[in-house]
T-cell receptor
Framework: QKEVEQDPGPLSVPEGAIVSLNCTYS??????FMWYRQYSRKGPELLMY??SSGNKEDGRFTAQVDKSSKYISLFIRDSQPSDSATYLC????????????WGAGTKLIIKP | DAGVIQSPRHEVTEMGQEVTLRCKPI?????LFWYRQTMMRGLELLIYFNNNVPIDDSGMPEDRFSAKMPNASFSTLKIQPSEPRDSAVYFC??????????????FGPGTRLTVL
């Protein structure tokens, strides 16, 4: 079993929909949780970063961490075709010597 | 800043040939990472450097892979000899300070390697 599980998709939704992307993990020592966005044929770029549990909001994006369930989510409101990309979760903690452990990425397609 | 620069962007080579991938990190960044990305295995950390010194190369798949960072502005990843299973996109990333893993990693555009 991988340390970080993420459904590869693709996830296809109509423009304007609320999107929910998720990752589960097994290592309870993870404390730092990140979402990277990767457009086709580009490198990943950091989208959101949260520490420990709770929510963090940035514009149309909300990152949520539930450490008790070992589950993190990224919500995208009012989704746009420009949000079409692969979204990778990544996490780290003292156990991993703070090295990022990556999910496989979920391919998201927003249909106009 | 131009961001992380990688070259070449595409490389097609034949099995057994030597391949050298190059990376110029963002000026002033202390950490440099080499990743490999495939559909099957996702994004894998191969090796990372701090202040030009290799810190952890446990992700390097085998002795055919080697990486160097002769100065703060240049790093290479070499595969010799190359094999078809090395075909992947290789990314270089850099970040600013120790909590390098907690700090933003800035990725280059990647080198798409195809070994025939």
């Amino acid at each position: 079993q991988k340390e970080v599980e993420q459904d590869p998709g693709p996830l296809s939704v109509p423009e304007g929909a609320i999107v929910s992307l998720n990752c589960t993990y097994s290592n309870s020592a993870f404390q730092y949780f990140m979402w990277y966005r990767q457009y086709s044929r580009k490198g990943p770029e950091l989208l959101m970063y949260t520490y420990s549990s709770g929510n963090k909001e940035d514009g149309r994006f909300t990152a949520q961490v539930d450490k008790s369930s070992k589950y993190i989510s990224l919500f995208i409101r009012d989704s746009q075709p420009s949000d079409s990309a692969t979204y990778l979760c990544a996490m780290s903690g003292m156990d991993s010597n703070y090295q990022l452990i990556w999910g496989a990425g979920t391919k998201l397609i927003i249909k106009p | 800043d131009a961001g992380v620069i990688q070259s070449p962007r595409h490389e097609v080579t034949e099995m057994g040939q030597e391949v050298t991938l190059r990376c110029k990190p963002i000026s002033g960044h202390d950490y440099l990472f080499w990743y490999r990305q495939t559909m099957m295995r996702g994004l894998e950390l191969l090796i990372y450097f701090n202040n030009n010194v290799p810190i952890d190369d446990s992700g390097m798949p085998e002795d055919r892979f080697s990486a160097k960072m002769p100065n703060a502005s240049f790093s290479t990843l070499k595969i010799q000899p190359s094999e078809p299973r090395d075909s992947a996109v290789y990314f270089c990333a850099s970040s600013l300070d120790r909590v390098g893993f907690l700090d933003t990693q800035y990725f280059g555009p990647g080198t798409r390697l195809t070994v025939l």
